[in-house]
């Protein structure tokens, strides 16, 4: 059943357009991954599902327009994204980056448990729970912006390239902690990828992006077995 | 030691003013990185306003909560109307469309309440500004030898409990923790859902009522308004936020108040070199020697990040 769709969606910077309007369809349980090089528009897609950005087109969420809401809208409606490069706050403690990713819920109690939760998930946030986001390493980093968004109980998490700058020992951890969620919470995952092998591995179908256009989509498989896109995205 | 008691609390007074100034400054810097060169003139405006009120019979306490509410009016408005709409260009835009606004406010003043000294003493009495505290000759405590106005250690400790009060309202509550976050990452704030620009107006406005505040008090300690008033308040008041950091609330009520000690020690005790007259200067001093050995001010964050 289809969770997201996006039909022509078109965004950009000021005047230029950088998504030259790309169709785009996540289903309930489903890990799509979104390929692309650098400056394809994978961080523009996402933001533009965020809200963060101007953006033309239809966007839907379990069957409600969303284009032209605001991005606190948006994640109250249950989209979150984990931002590129380790978009936390890193002036602000641990737990406070995550209690600032509950702050569209109005339980405190449940936002408690939950924190409770993630620093279970995570033992090493838990032990650095009062320090300084910004201190710490960028695996941990990116842990905590994954907990962050999942603070707001999301049913879309939006990745955007969690593996960039991270050694591909935490990468593959982190994928892991994400494949988890899918399995087990049944959570929906769009995620951002440059280099995609491990990627593939989790993704249930795959678009690939190319300045500003989808150029080919399909399942992990059909796409790997494709001798220039292979050549082109995974290296081998 | 009576003297340096004396000076000391004359200085920690002194001090509360530029603290409440430069709080106001760092609470809109930290949350938009722009500089709010009208500070000083909101303040002076809604000084006026809590003046004109005690014209109209309204007690001094009731007309200060009411300045600070029109003072966080004006700030939100401020924002919503003149800075949102220029910010997307550049921070530099803002801070000349903050100079307009001092000119703006200055000229409003002027017209309202007129180019003059408030009260003229000599004509009518009645328009003295009024303190928040005792000042006559009098009042003053006997503290082991030293005559410490009761205005002083009012107004001193007033500044620490509204430090403590903003301190809770920073680390306890969910909108400090969305002002917070909208300082640390304005990107990261949006996409956890909290509404940056909602946040960047409430900092505003509670920049100018606190400024308001600081006017008010200013104007207690020396029995007037007039319309250059904030002007050597606003220097000092950057100085101390350049002292404390631009970016820590805290080091603004420490450097305001280390500003206001040093200032009032400098013209006390060397005051054949520096004297009342040119206390100012002491101000200077201070933002040349910060910028020179610790830019980030006292407690300020220096940007750093691992990558």
Excluded at chain 1, 63 to 68: D, Q
Excluded at chain 2, 59 to 69: C, E, I, K, S, T
Aim: with cysteine; glycine share 12%; proline share 3%.
């Amino acid at each position: 059943m289809s969770l997201f769709r996006a039909a022509g969606l078109t965004a950009g910077y000021g005047p230029v357009t950088v998504l030259q309007g790309i169709d785009l369809e996540v289903n309930e349980g489903e890990i799509v991954v979104m390929l692309g090089a650098n400056g394809a528009g994978k961080t523009t897609t996402m933001r533009a599902i965020s809200g963060v950005i101007p953006r033309q087109g239809t966007i839907e969420f379990q069957g409600n327009s969303i284009a032209k809401s605001a991005p606190d809208q948006i994640v109250r409606a249950g989209i979150a994204q984990v931002p590129q490069g380790r978009g936390t706050f890193p002036e602000l403690s641990v737990e406070d980056n995550l209690r600032a990713g509950a702050f569209v819920r109005r339980d405190s109690a449940g936002v408690a448990a939950d924190i409770h939760k993630w620093f279970g998930v995570f033992p090493r946030l838990g032990e650095r729970r009062d320090q300084r986001a910004g201190s710490l390493s960028g695996g941990e980093q990116q842990m905590v912006a994954i907990a962050r968004a999942l603070m707001s109980h999301p049913k879309l998490l939006l990745c955007d390239e969690p593996s960039l700058g991270l050694a591909p020992l935490i990468t593959q951890e982190l994928f892991e902690v994400i494949g988890n969620l899918n399995k087990e919470d049944g959570l929906s995952v769009l995620l951002v990828e440059q280099n995609a092998n491990l990627a593939m591995h989790l993704a249930s179908r795959v678009y690939l992006l190319e300045t500003g256009t989808i150029v080919a989509q399909g399942s992990a498989e059909e796409l790997s077995a494709d001798d220039s896109i292979r050549k082109a995205y995974l290296g081998f | 030691m009576d003297l340096f008691l004396q000076r000391l609390f004359d200085g920690l007074s002194d001090g509360s003013v530029y603290a409440l100034l430069a709080l106001g400054i760092v609470i809109i810097y930290r949350g938009t990185g722009h500089l709010n060169f009208a500070q000083g003139e909101m303040a002076l405006f809604c000084t006026y306003v809590v003046y004109q009120l005690g014209e109209w019979g309204i007690p001094l306490v009731p007309a200060l909560l009411l300045g600070m509410l029109v003072g966080f009016a004006l700030g939100v408005t401020t924002e919503v109307a003149l800075v949102r709409p220029v910010a997307k260009k550049s921070t530099f835009a803002v801070f000349i469309v903050t100079i307009g606004l001092f000119q703006g406010l200055n000229w409003l003043d002027g017209a309202i309440w007129g180019d003059q000294v408030l009260p003229n003493s000599a004509v009518s009495k009645q328009q003295q500004f009024p303190s928040l505290f005792p000042n006559k000759a009098t009042d003053f405590w006997n503290i082991f030898g030293a005559g410490v106005r009761i205005e002083s250690v009012g107004i001193f400790a007033m500044v620490m409990v509204l430090t403590g009060l903003l301190f809770l309202l920073f680390n306890k509550t969910k909108v400090g923790l969305a002002m917070n976050s909208v300082a640390s990452n304005p990107e990261s704030a949006r996409l956890v859902g909290i509404p940056t620009n909602r946040v960047l107006s409430f900092s505003w406005g509670l920049a100018a009522a606190i400024g308001a505040l600081g006017g008010v008090v200013f104007a207690g300690q020396n029995h007037t308004v007039n319309m250059s008033m904030m002007f050597g308040v606003f220097i000092y008041a950057s100085a101390a936020a350049t002292l404390g950091g631009f970016d820590s609330p805290g080091g603004a009520v420490l450097g305001g108040l280390i500003l206001g000690v040093i200032q009032n020690m400098v013209a006390g005790y060397a005051d054949v070199w520096v004297g009342q007259q040119m206390k100012i200067g002491v101000a200077f001093v201070v933002i040349v020697g910060v910028l020179l050995v610790k830019p980030s001010g006292l407690f300020g964050t220096s940007k750093v990040e691992r990558v």
